[in-house]
C-alpha cells in the first residue's frame, strides 16, 4: 500500500488534520472532526483492515497525531479523540484478525499490519510520556483507561528479530521503549495503581502491563543483576568453553588422521562385507576409507518432507539478557513490586477472577506474575511473607484446575490446540515455583516457615488429582502442539515433585492418602431378538389346523374399505440397519402376528410394507385382490423365514468382553490407603513417559547440566529401583547412546555416559540368555513384556492363567480363514456365531472378531456389531401385545413370568411392571408377582389377634421379599433392606397398637386421625405417581403440634417407622421414601382399629350363610368377642379381610365411612380382591359425600 492507492477520502480527511513545520504543528479548524472520521473509517474497515494499512504506510500516527498529542494536551477535546484513534490504530494485530490467518492472502495483509505496529514501537514515545500525569491522573476514569491500553498495545508488539539484530547485553527497541517509561516517570504511576487499594478497577490494566513489560526476562538473571557473576554462572560458562574445546581438539585429531589431499584419481574401490546393496551383492564402496564411517544409505537421497500438521511446534517466548542500565531498573522495579504491591494486587486480580469480572483467559497473566515474581523473590533474597497471597493450598488448586482445562480443551479443540497448549505451559510454569518455593521453605531458619511447608505439603500430597497431574500430561504430550521448552518444564517439576514427594515419605515413616477409584457398572445394550417360538405353534400339522380360523378372519378384514395402516410402521426408524434392509425383518413380523393369531395387525403390517417398499412386488402388487391378499398372508404364514437369534444364557460371560455393546456407568468412589513410593513410581513405567524422556535426551547439547541430570534420575529410577532395565532396551534411545558415546565433548556429560554403559551393560548381559532382545529393541515396551524377556517367554501366562487368550495356532488360523469365507455370504445367519459353532478350541466373539481383523479378512470391528439398537420406547404394537398378554395371563399364579416368557421385545422385569402400572391394567405391584397358595387356617382354630396379625405380615413379607429380589437382581436399583428388618418393622407395628389405645385414652383421637390421613394420602400419591420420595409431616394446628411434641406421640411415630428430622437441616418428621403403599395402608390400618374398638357400632341384620369365609365364629377359641365387632377388626387389617366382610360390618360413623371408602366394581361379598383407595377430601364436621 503506498500513497498513490490511497483512498481520496481518507487522504483527504488526513490533509484536514494539520501539517509540521519545523517543530511546531499547526492544526486545522477542522482537526478534531477529522479525527472523528478516522475513528469512524476504522470502525467500517473491511477484512483485509485496509483502512489501518492505508494509515500506517501515511505514517499518521508519527507525523500527525503525536505533534498533536504532545504540543495541544490543552485542548481536552482533542486530547481524548487523539488517545482513542492511537489505541484503535495500536491494537495488537491478533486482535484485529481475531487469529492468524492461514490463507496466504490474508496473512500477508497480516504481516503488512504488523510491520506498521513494529514501526510504531519504534516511535520516540519519550516526550508524551514525560510530565502531565499529575493533572491526567485527575482525569474521568476513561482516559485513564485509554492511556493505560495505548501503553499496552505499544508494548504488545512483538520484536523484529530478523530486522533489529542484537545480542545480549545490547539496548533493543523494546529496551528502549522500558527506558523511556522509566524516564517518563510511568513505571512510578504503575507501582501507584497497583498498590492503591482505592484503584483497583486498574488491577488487570496494571497487571497485563506489568507482564508485556518482562516478557523477555529471566527472574534469576535479573535478581542477580549488578552483583557481579554469580560462581554457578561463571562454572556452566567454564564447563561450555571446555566442551568446544575438547570439540576442537577432536576435529584436529580427525583431520590429521585423513590422507592428504594429493592422491591417485584411483584411489581404490572396496567391498563392505555385511552391508547389501541394492541387489543380493555387498555394498561397494568408491571413497577412502577414512569416509567409511561417514557412510549413510540416506546419502544423495532427498529427504522426506514433512507435513505442516506433523511438524514440531516452534519456540515463541525467546528469552535475552538486556541492556545493564535496563536490569537495573527492572530489578529495582521488582524489588519494589514486591514490597509494596505484589500480595494487594495478587488478591484484587484473583477477586475479579472468581467474580468472573474479567475478560476471557485473563487468568494467564495472573498465572505468569505468580511464576516470575515468586522465581525473583527465591533467587533474589527468599522471603516467604512478600509473596503470602499466592503460598497457600488455594493456589496449588487453581493452578492444578486451570492446568486441567488447558489439558481438556487442548484434546478437544484441536483448531485451537496450540493456543490451549501455550496456556497449559503458563500454568505448568506456575505449578513449578510453587513447588520450588514450598521446596524452599524446607530449608528456612524460621521454624514456622518449615511448619507452614510441611502442612501444605501434607494437603498437597493427600490429594490424588495432584499426583495424577504428570502422569496425565506425560501420556498426552504431542509435539505439534507443544514446543520442547514444555517438555523441558515438565519433565523438571516432576523431578522435583518426585524428590519432595520421596523425601516426604521418608521422613514421615508412613503416609496416608486419598484415593478415588472408578467403579464400572456395565449395562448390557438389549438386542432385537425374535419371538420365542417355545409357545407358537411350529409344525406343519399345526400351521394347518391352526390356517382356517385366520383365513376366515382375514378375509373379513381384507374387504373391510375402512381398514387403516396410518399407525403401523414396518420399520425401525431407530436401527443402525437402512430401512430399504429392514424388508426381511418386517416379513418376520408379519409372520410373528399370524402364529400369535392378530391377523388384523399381520395385514396392516402387510399393506404397511407394500407402501414403503413397492419394488420387486414382494408384498404384493398396488392392485392386488383381497382373496390374492389372503393367499399371499398363508405364504408368509408357513415359510421357514431366517430368524435373528438372541444371545443365549451360557453366552452371558462372553457378551460382559464385548465392548461395542454395553455401557459403562462409572461410580467414583473415595476412600484413604496407605501411600507406597515405589508404587506411585511405577505408574510411571510404560511407553508414552519413556518415549516422551528419550525425545528431550536428543537434544542433551542443548539441554542444560540440570535438565539432563532430571533425565538422567527418572530413567535410573525406572531402571535400577523397578528392576526394569528392559523397558529402556529400545533402539532409538540405543541409538542417542552411540551419538553420547561417540561425542568428543563426552567428558563433559559425566552423569549421560555412565548411565548410558549401565544401561548397554544389563542388554548385553540379556542378550547372552535371551536371542530375542536383538528384535525387541525394535518396539516400545511395556511392564508385561519387561516381565516376559527377562523371566521367559510364557510366564506371564503361568502366572496370571485364564487372562489371555489361548494363541491361535496355524491349524486353527486356517480353520477360521476357511469358516469365515464360506459363511461371510450367507443371508440371515449370524458369521460369528456360526464359526464359534464349528470351531474346536473354545473361544468368545471377542476374540474371534479381533483375530479376523488382524488376519486381514475383515476391515474394522464395527463390522461385525449386532443389527438392531436398544429398545426404549414402547410402541404400539408393543402395548397391545401386552395388554393381549396380560388379559391371558392376568388369572394365572405367575402373570409376569408368563408374560415375559411370551413377549417378543424382551424387556426387563422393571420396564414391564412399569408399563402395566402406567396403562392401568395393575393397580399395585404386588398383583403381577407369583402367587403363593395359602391354605385359610379352620375356624376352630383361630390363633389370637396379635399372633394372627404376626403371621399375615410374615407371609407378606416373605412374597414381597421375593419379588422385590427379583426385580431388583435385574434393575440394579436400590439395596433391599434384611427379611430380619422387615419383621422387626411388621413386630413394632404389633406394639404400636397398644401405644396408639393409651394415647386415644389421653386424648389424641384428632391427632391420630390427622396421622392416618397423611398416611393414605402418601399412599395413593406413590401408587399414582409410580415413585417414592420422603413426605415431611406439617402439623397445621395447634392440637396437631401439641401431639408432634409429646413424648408418647413421637414413641408411636417411631414404632411406625416415622423418620425423625435430622438435626440441624429439618424441621418436621418424614414418611420414609422406603415405606411402599402396601406398607403406608397397614401402618394406617393399625391406627384405625384403636378408633374402630371406641366406637359404639350398630348391628344390621343378616341372613343366614351370610358368614365370611375368614371370620371367626361367636364361640372360637381365644378371647370371646361379638361377631360384628370382630370382623371390623379384621377388616381393618387388610383390603383383602375388608372385601371379605363386606355387606357384613356394621355401619361405622359417617367420618369414618369417608376414610374407609373402596370402589367395588361390582364384586361379590366373599371374593378376595384388593381395592383401590379412593381419594376423598375428609372433613372434621359430618358432611355427605
Given at each position: 500500500?503506498?500513497?498513490?492507492?490511497?483512498?481520496?477520502?481518507?487522504?483527504?480527511?488526513?490533509?484536514?488534520?494539520?501539517?509540521?513545520?519545523?517543530?511546531?504543528?499547526?492544526?486545522?479548524?477542522?482537526?478534531?472532526?477529522?479525527?472523528k472520521?478516522?475513528i469512524?473509517?476504522?470502525?467500517?474497515?473491511?477484512?483485509?483492515?485496509?483502512?489501518?494499512?492505508?494509515?500506517?504506510?501515511?505514517?499518521?500516527?508519527?507525523?500527525?497525531?503525536?505533534?498533536?498529542?504532545?504540543?495541544?494536551?490543552?485542548?481536552?477535546?482533542?486530547f481524548?479523540?487523539?488517545?482513542?484513534?492511537?489505541?484503535?490504530?495500536?491494537?495488537?494485530?491478533?486482535?484485529?484478525?481475531g487469529?492468524?490467518?492461514k490463507?496466504p492472502?490474508?496473512?500477508?495483509?497480516?504481516?503488512?499490519?504488523?510491520?506498521?505496529?513494529?514501526?510504531?514501537?519504534?516511535?520516540?514515545?519519550?516526550?508524551?510520556?514525560?510530565?502531565?500525569?499529575?493533572?491526567?491522573q485527575?482525569?474521568?476514569?476513561?482516559?485513564?483507561?485509554?492511556?493505560?491500553?495505548?501503553?499496552?498495545?505499544?508494548?504488545?508488539?512483538?520484536?523484529d528479530?530478523?530486522?533489529e539484530?542484537?545480542?545480549?547485553?545490547?539496548?533493543?527497541v523494546?529496551?528502549?521503549?522500558?527506558?523511556a517509561?522509566?524516564?517518563?516517570?510511568?513505571?512510578?504511576?504503575?507501582?501507584?495503581?497497583?498498590?492503591?487499594?482505592?484503584?483497583?478497577?486498574?488491577?488487570?490494566?496494571?497487571?497485563e502491563?506489568?507482564?508485556?513489560?518482562?516478557?523477555?526476562?529471566?527472574?534469576?538473571?535479573?535478581?542477580?543483576?549488578?552483583?557481579?557473576?554469580?560462581?554457578?554462572?561463571?562454572?556452566?560458562?567454564?564447563?561450555?568453553?571446555?566442551?568446544?574445546?575438547?570439540?576442537?581438539?577432536?576435529?584436529?585429531?580427525?583431520?590429521?588422521?585423513?590422507?592428504?589431499?594429493?592422491?591417485?584419481?584411483?584411489?581404490?574401490?572396496?567391498i563392505v562385507?555385511?552391508?547389501?546393496?541394492?541387489?543380493?551383492?555387498?555394498?561397494?564402496?568408491?571413497?577412502?576409507?577414512?569416509?567409511?564411517?561417514?557412510?549413510?544409505?540416506?546419502?544423495?537421497?532427498?529427504?522426506?518432507r514433512v507435513?505442516?500438521?506433523?511438524?514440531?511446534?516452534?519456540?515463541?517466548?525467546?528469552?535475552?539478557?538486556?541492556?545493564?542500565?535496563?536490569?537495573?531498573?527492572?530489578?529495582?522495579?521488582?524489588?519494589?513490586?514486591?514490597?509494596?504491591?505484589?500480595?494487594?494486587?495478587?488478591?484484587?486480580?484473583?477477586?475479579?477472577?472468581?467474580?468472573?469480572?474479567a475478560?476471557?483467559?485473563?487468568?494467564?497473566?495472573?498465572?505468569?506474575?505468580?511464576?516470575?515474581?515468586?522465581?525473583?523473590?527465591?533467587?533474589?533474597?527468599?522471603?516467604?511473607g512478600?509473596?503470602?497471597e499466592?503460598?497457600s493450598?488455594?493456589?496449588?488448586?487453581?493452578?492444578?484446575?486451570?492446568?486441567?482445562?488447558?489439558?481438556?480443551?487442548?484434546?478437544t479443540?484441536?483448531?485451537?490446540?496450540?493456543?490451549?497448549?501455550?496456556?497449559?505451559?503458563?500454568?505448568?510454569?506456575?505449578?513449578?515455583?510453587?513447588?520450588?518455593?514450598?521446596?524452599?521453605?524446607?530449608?528456612?531458619?524460621?521454624?514456622?516457615?518449615?511448619d507452614?511447608?510441611?502442612?501444605?505439603?501434607?494437603?498437597?500430597?493427600?490429594?490424588?488429582?495432584?499426583?495424577?497431574?504428570?502422569?496425565?500430561?506425560?501420556?498426552?504430550?504431542?509435539?505439534?502442539?507443544?514446543?520442547?521448552?514444555?517438555?523441558?518444564?515438565?519433565?523438571?517439576?516432576?523431578?522435583?515433585?518426585?524428590?519432595?514427594?520421596e523425601?516426604?515419605?521418608?521422613?514421615?515413616?508412613?503416609?496416608?492418602?486419598?484415593?478415588?477409584r472408578?467403579?464400572?457398572?456395565?449395562?448390557?445394550?438389549v438386542?432385537?431378538?425374535?419371538?420365542?417360538?417355545?409357545?407358537?405353534?411350529?409344525?406343519?400339522?399345526?400351521?394347518?389346523?391352526?390356517?382356517?380360523?385366520?383365513?376366515?378372519?382375514?378375509?373379513?378384514y381384507?374387504?373391510?374399505?375402512?381398514?387403516s395402516?396410518d399407525?403401523?410402521?414396518?420399520?425401525?426408524?431407530?436401527?443402525?440397519?437402512?430401512?430399504?434392509?429392514q424388508r426381511?425383518?418386517?416379513?418376520?413380523?408379519?409372520?410373528?402376528?399370524?402364529?400369535a393369531?392378530?391377523?388384523?395387525?399381520?395385514?396392516?403390517?402387510?399393506?404397511?410394507?407394500?407402501?414403503?417398499?413397492?419394488?420387486?412386488?414382494?408384498?404384493?402388487?398396488?392392485d392386488?385382490?383381497?382373496?390374492?391378499?389372503?393367499q399371499?398372508?398363508?405364504?408368509?404364514?408357513?415359510?421357514?423365514?431366517?430368524?435373528?437369534?438372541?444371545p443365549?444364557?451360557?453366552?452371558?460371560?462372553?457378551?460382559?468382553?464385548?465392548?461395542?455393546?454395553?455401557?459403562?456407568?462409572?461410580?467414583v468412589?473415595?476412600?484413604?490407603?496407605?501411600?507406597?513410593?515405589?508404587?506411585?513410581?511405577?505408574?510411571?513405567?510404560?511407553?508414552?513417559?519413556?518415549r516422551?524422556?528419550?525425545?528431550?535426551?536428543?537434544?542433551?547439547?542443548?539441554?542444560?547440566?540440570?535438565?539432563?541430570?532430571?533425565?538422567?534420575?527418572?530413567?535410573?529410577?525406572l531402571?535400577?529401583?523397578?528392576?526394569?532395565?528392559?523397558?529402556?532396551?529400545?533402539?532409538?534411545?540405543?541409538?542417542?547412546f552411540?551419538?553420547?558415546?561417540?561425542?568428543?565433548?563426552?567428558?563433559?556429560?559425566k552423569?549421560?555416559?555412565?548411565?548410558?554403559?549401565?544401561?548397554?551393560?544389563?542388554?548385553?548381559?540379556?542378550?547372552?540368555?535371551?536371542?530375542?532382545?536383538?528384535?525387541?529393541l525394535?518396539?516400545?515396551?511395556?511392564?508385561?513384556?519387561?516381565?516376559?524377556?527377562?523371566?521367559?517367554?510364557?510366564?506371564?501366562?503361568?502366572?496370571?492363567?485364564?487372562?489371555?487368550?489361548p494363541?491361535?495356532?496355524?491349524?486353527e488360523?486356517?480353520?477360521?480363514?476357511?469358516?469365515?469365507?464360506?459363511?461371510?455370504?450367507?443371508?440371515?445367519?449370524?458369521?460369528?456365531?456360526?464359526?464359534?459353532?464349528?470351531?474346536?478350541?473354545?473361544?468368545t466373539?471377542?476374540q474371534?472378531?479381533?483375530?479376523?481383523?488382524?488376519l486381514?479378512l475383515?476391515?474394522?470391528?464395527?463390522?461385525?456389531?449386532?443389527?438392531?439398537?436398544?429398545?426404549?420406547?414402547?410402541?404400539?404394537?408393543?402395548?397391545?401385545?401386552?395388554?393381549?398378554?396380560?388379559?391371558?395371563?392376568?388369572d394365572s399364579?405367575?402373570?409376569?413370568?408368563?408374560?415375559?416368557?411370551?413377549?417378543?421385545?424382551k424387556?426387563?422385569?422393571?420396564r414391564?411392571?412399569?408399563?402395566?402400572?402406567?396403562l392401568?391394567?395393575?393397580?399395585e405391584?404386588?398383583?403381577?408377582?407369583?402367587?403363593?397358595?395359602?391354605?385359610a387356617?379352620?375356624?376352630?382354630?383361630?390363633?389370637?389377634?396379635?399372633?394372627?396379625?404376626?403371621?399375615?405380615?410374615?407371609?407378606?413379607?416373605e412374597?414381597?421379599?421375593?419379588?422385590?429380589?427379583?426385580?431388583?437382581?435385574?434393575?440394579?436399583?436400590?439395596?433391599?433392606?434384611?427379611?430380619?428388618?422387615?419383621?422387626?418393622?411388621?413386630?413394632?407395628?404389633l406394639?404400636?397398637?397398644?401405644?396408639?389405645?393409651?394415647?386415644?385414652?389421653?386424648?389424641?383421637?384428632?391427632?391420630?386421625?390427622?396421622?392416618?390421613?397423611?398416611?393414605?394420602?402418601?399412599?395413593?400419591?406413590?401408587?399414582?405417581?409410580?415413585?417414592?420420595?420422603?413426605?415431611?409431616?406439617?402439623?397445621?394446628?395447634?392440637?396437631?403440634?401439641?401431639?408432634?411434641?409429646?413424648?408418647?406421640?413421637?414413641?408411636?411415630?417411631?414404632?411406625?417407622?416415622i423418620?425423625?428430622?435430622?438435626?440441624?437441616q429439618?424441621?418436621?418428621?418424614?414418611?420414609?421414601?422406603?415405606?411402599?403403599?402396601?406398607?403406608?395402608?397397614?401402618?394406617a390400618a393399625?391406627?384405625?382399629?384403636?378408633?374402630?374398638?371406641?366406637?359404639?357400632?350398630?348391628?344390621?341384620?343378616?341372613?343366614?350363610?351370610?358368614?365370611?369365609p375368614?371370620?371367626?365364629?361367636?364361640?372360637?377359641?381365644?378371647?370371646?368377642?361379638?361377631?360384628?365387632?370382630?370382623?371390623?377388626?379384621?377388616?381393618?387389617l387388610?383390603?383383602?379381610?375388608?372385601?371379605?366382610?363386606?355387606?357384613?360390618?356394621?355401619?361405622?360413623?359417617?367420618?369414618?365411612?369417608?376414610?374407609?371408602?373402596?370402589?367395588?366394581?361390582?364384586?361379590?361379598?366373599?371374593?378376595?380382591?384388593?381395592?383401590?383407595?379412593k381419594?376423598?377430601?375428609?372433613?372434621?364436621?359430618d358432611?355427605?359425600?
Amino acid at each position: 500500500v503506498n500513497l498513490h492507492t490511497m483512498n481520496c477520502e481518507l487522504l483527504a480527511t488526513c490533509s484536514a488534520l494539520g501539517y509540521l513545520e519545523g517543530d511546531t504543528y499547526h492544526k486545522e479548524p477542522d482537526c478534531l472532526e477529522s479525527v472523528k472520521d478516522l475513528i469512524r473509517y476504522l470502525r467500517h474497515e473491511d477484512d483485509t483492515r485496509d483502512v489501518r494499512q492505508q494509515l500506517g504506510a501515511a505514517q499518521i500516527l508519527q507525523s500527525d497525531l503525536l505533534p498533536i498529542l504532545v504540543q495541544h494536551r490543552q485542548d481536552k477535546p482533542l486530547f481524548d479523540a487523539v488517545i482513542r484513534l492511537m489505541v484503535n490504530l495500536t491494537q495488537p494485530a491478533l486482535l484485529c484478525f481475531g487469529t492468524v490467518p492461514k490463507e496466504p492472502s490474508v496473512h500477508h495483509h497480516f504481516l503488512q499490519v504488523l510491520t506498521y505496529l513494529q514501526a510504531y514501537k519504534e516511535l520516540n514515545i519519550t516526550d508524551f510520556l514525560q510530565g502531565g500525569w499529575e493533572e491526567r491522573q485527575e482525569e474521568h476514569n476513561l482516559l485513564i483507561e485509554r492511556i493505560l491500553l495505548l501503553v499496552r498495545n505499544i508494548l504488545h508488539v512483538p520484536a523484529d528479530l530478523d530486522h533489529e539484530k542484537r545480542i545480549d547485553d545490547d539496548a533493543s527497541v523494546h529496551d528502549q521503549l522500558l527506558w523511556a517509561i522509566h524516564l517518563s516517570g510511568l513505571d512510578d504511576l504503575l507501582l501507584f495503581l497497583a498498590s492503591s487499594s482505592a484503584e483497583q478497577q486498574w488491577s488487570l490494566h496494571v497487571l497485563e502491563i506489568v507482564s508485556l513489560m518482562f516478557r523477555d526476562q529471566n527472574p534469576e538473571q535479573l535478581a542477580g543483576a549488578g552483583q557481579g557473576r554469580p560462581a554457578q554462572e561463571r562454572s556452566a560458562d567454564v564447563a561450555e568453553l571446555e566442551e568446544l574445546r575438547q570439540r576442537e581438539i577432536a576435529e584436529r585429531k580427525t583431520r590429521a588422521l585423513q590422507r592428504g589431499n594429493r592422491h591417485s584419481r584411483f584411489g581404490g574401490s572396496y567391498i563392505v562385507q555385511g552391508l547389501k546393496s541394492i541387489g543380493e551383492r555387498d555394498l561397494i564402496f568408491h571413497k577412502g576409507l577414512h569416509n567409511l564411517q561417514n557412510y549413510s544409505s540416506d546419502l544423495g537421497k532427498q529427504p522426506r518432507r514433512v507435513p505442516k500438521r506433523r511438524q514440531a511446534a516452534r519456540e515463541l517466548s525467546v528469552q535475552r539478557r538486556s541492556a545493564r542500565n535496563v536490569r537495573l531498573f527492572l530489578r529495582d522495579f521488582c524489588s519494589e513490586f514486591l514490597e509494596n504491591c505484589y500480595n494487594r494486587l495478587m488478591g484484587a486480580v484473583k477477586d475479579h477472577l472468581l467474580r468472573e469480572r474479567a475478560q476471557q483467559h485473563d487468568e494467564t497473566y495472573y498465572m505468569w506474575a505468580l511464576a516470575f515474581f515468586m522465581a525473583f523473590n527465591r533467587a533474589a533474597s527468599f522471603r516467604p511473607g512478600l509473596v503470602s497471597e499466592t503460598l497457600s493450598v488455594r493456589a496449588f488448586h487453581f493452578i492444578e484446575q486451570n492446568l486441567t482445562n488447558y489439558y481438556e480443551m487442548m484434546l478437544t479443540d484441536r483448531k485451537e490446540a496450540a493456543s490451549w497448549a501455550r496456556r497449559m505451559h503458563l500454568a505448568l510454569k506456575a505449578y513449578q515455583e510453587l513447588l520450588a518455593t514450598v521446596n524452599e521453605m524446607d530449608v528456612s531458619p524460621d521454624e514456622a516457615v518449615r511448619d507452614s511447608s510441611r502442612i501444605i505439603k501434607n494437603n498437597i500430597f493427600y490429594v490424588m488429582e495432584y499426583r495424577e497431574l504428570f502422569l496425565a500430561l506425560f501420556r498426552k504430550f504431542d509435539e505439534r502442539y507443544q514446543p520442547r521448552s514444555f517438555l523441558r518444564d515438565l519433565v523438571e517439576t516432576t523431578h522435583l515433585f518426585l524428590k519432595m514427594l520421596e523425601r516426604f515419605c521418608r521422613s514421615r515413616g508412613n503416609l496416608v492418602v486419598q484415593n478415588k477409584r472408578k467403579k464400572k457398572r456395565k449395562k448390557k445394550k438389549v438386542l432385537d431378538q425374535a419371538v420365542a417360538s417355545g409357545n407358537l405353534p411350529s409344525s406343519p400339522e399345526e400351521l394347518e389346523a391352526m390356517w382356517p380360523a385366520l383365513a376366515e378372519q382375514l378375509q373379513q378384514y381384507a374387504q373391510d374399505p375402512k381398514l387403516s395402516v396410518d399407525s403401523v410402521v414396518p420399520f425401525d426408524a431407530a436401527s443402525e440397519v437402512p430401512v430399504e434392509e429392514q424388508r426381511a425383518e418386517a416379513m418376520v413380523r408379519i409372520q410373528d402376528c399370524l402364529l400369535a393369531g392378530q391377523a388384523l395387525q399381520g395385514l396392516a403390517l402387510l399393506r404397511s410394507a407394500r407402501e414403503v417398499w413397492p419394488e420387486g412386488d414382494v408384498f404384493g402388487s398396488p392392485d392386488i385382490s383381497p382373496e390374492e391378499e389372503v393367499q399371499l398372508l398363508n405364504q408368509i404364514f408357513s415359510a421357514q423365514l431366517p430368524r435373528q437369534q438372541g444371545p443365549a444364557e451360557g453366552e452371558a460371560e462372553e457378551e460382559e468382553e464385548e465392548e461395542e455393546e454395553e455401557e459403562e456407568l462409572q461410580v467414583v468412589q473415595v476412600s484413604e490407603k496407605e501411600f507406597n513410593f515405589l508404587d506411585y513410581l511405577k505408574r510411571f513405567a510404560c511407553s508414552t513417559v519413556v518415549r516422551a524422556y528419550v525425545l528431550l535426551l536428543r537434544s542433551y547439547r542443548q539441554n542444560s547440566a540440570h535438565t539432563n541430570h532430571c533425565v538422567v534420575k527418572m530413567l535410573h529410577r525406572l531402571a535400577h529401583d523397578l528392576k526394569m532395565e528392559a523397558l529402556l532396551f529400545q533402539l532409538s534411545l540405543f541409538c542417542q547412546f552411540n551419538r553420547l558415546l561417540s561425542d568428543p565433548a563426552a567428558g563433559a556429560y559425566k552423569e549421560l555416559v555412565t548411565f548410558a554403559k549401565y544401561i548397554l551393560g544389563k542388554f548385553f548381559a540379556l542378550a547372552t540368555v535371551n536371542q530375542k532382545a536383538f528384535v525387541e529393541l525394535l518396539f516400545w515396551k511395556n511392564t508385561a513384556v519387561v516381565r516376559e524377556m527377562t523371566e521367559g517367554y510364557g510366564s506371564l501366562d503361568s502366572g496370571s492363567s485364564g487372562r489371555r487368550a489361548p494363541v491361535w495356532s496355524s491349524d486353527e488360523e486356517a480353520q477360521l480363514r476357511e469358516l469365515y469365507l464360506t459363511h461371510k455370504d450367507v443371508e440371515g445367519q449370524d458369521v460369528i456365531e456360526t464359526i464359534l459353532s464349528h470351531l474346536k478350541t473354545p473361544r468368545t466373539r471377542k476374540q474371534v472378531i479381533h483375530h479376523l481383523v488382524r488376519l486381514g479378512l475383515a476391515g474394522s470391528i464395527k463390522d461385525f456389531q449386532r443389527k438392531g439398537t436398544q429398545i426404549v420406547l414402547w410402541t404400539e404394537d408393543q402395548e397391545l401385545e401386552l395388554q393381549r398378554l396380560f388379559e391371558e395371563f392376568k388369572d394365572s399364579d405367575d402373570v409376569l413370568g408368563h408374560i415375559m416368557k411370551n413377549i417378543t421385545a424382551k424387556r426387563s422385569r422393571a420396564r414391564i411392571v412399569d408399563k402395566l402400572l402406567a396403562l392401568g391394567l395393575a393397580t399395585e405391584r404386588r398383583e403381577l408377582y407369583k402367587k403363593r397358595k395359602r391354605s385359610a387356617p379352620p375356624p376352630s382354630s383361630m390363633p389370637n389377634e396379635e399372633e394372627s396379625l404376626k403371621d399375615f405380615w410374615q407371609e407378606d413379607l416373605e412374597e414381597e421379599e421375593e419379588n422385590l429380589s427379583e426385580e431388583e437382581s435385574e434393575e440394579e436399583a436400590e439395596k433391599k433392606e434384611g427379611l430380619g428388618v422387615e419383621q422387626a418393622r411388621a413386630s413394632s407395628f404389633l406394639s404400636a397398637a397398644n401405644l396408639g389405645h393409651s394415647l386415644h385414652q389421653e386424648g389424641f383421637s384428632a391427632p391420630l386421625l390427622w396421622l392416618q390421613n397423611c398416611l393414605i394420602r402418601a399412599a395413593d400419591d406413590r401408587e399414582e405417581d409410580g415413585c417414592s420420595q420422603a413426605v415431611p409431616l406439617v402439623p397445621l394446628t395447634e392440637e396437631n403440634e401439641e401431639a408432634m411434641e409429646n413424648e408418647q406421640f413421637q414413641k408411636l411415630l417411631h414404632k411406625l417407622g416415622i423418620r425423625p428430622p435430622n438435626s440441624g437441616q429439618e424441621t418436621f418428621w418424614r414418611i420414609p421414601a422406603k415405606l411402599s403403599s402396601t406398607q403406608l395402608r397397614r401402618v394406617a390400618a393399625a391406627l384405625s382399629q384403636q378408633e374402630e374398638e371406641e366406637e359404639e357400632l350398630q348391628p344390621e341384620p343378616r341372613g343366614p350363610g351370610a358368614q365370611s369365609p375368614g371370620e371367626e365364629p361367636e364361640h372360637g377359641a381365644g378371647a370371646p368377642r361379638s361377631p360384628e365387632k370382630e370382623r371390623s377388626r379384621l377388616s381393618s387389617l387388610s383390603p383383602t379381610f375388608a372385601a371379605q366382610g363386606k355387606g357384613q360390618c356394621t355401619a361405622a360413623p359417617r367420618k369414618r365411612h369417608v376414610l374407609d371408602s373402596d370402589e367395588e366394581d361390582g364384586e361379590g361379598p366373599g371374593t378376595p380382591v384388593l381395592h383401590k383407595k379412593k381419594r376423598l377430601q375428609i372433613e372434621d364436621e359430618d358432611e355427605d359425600d
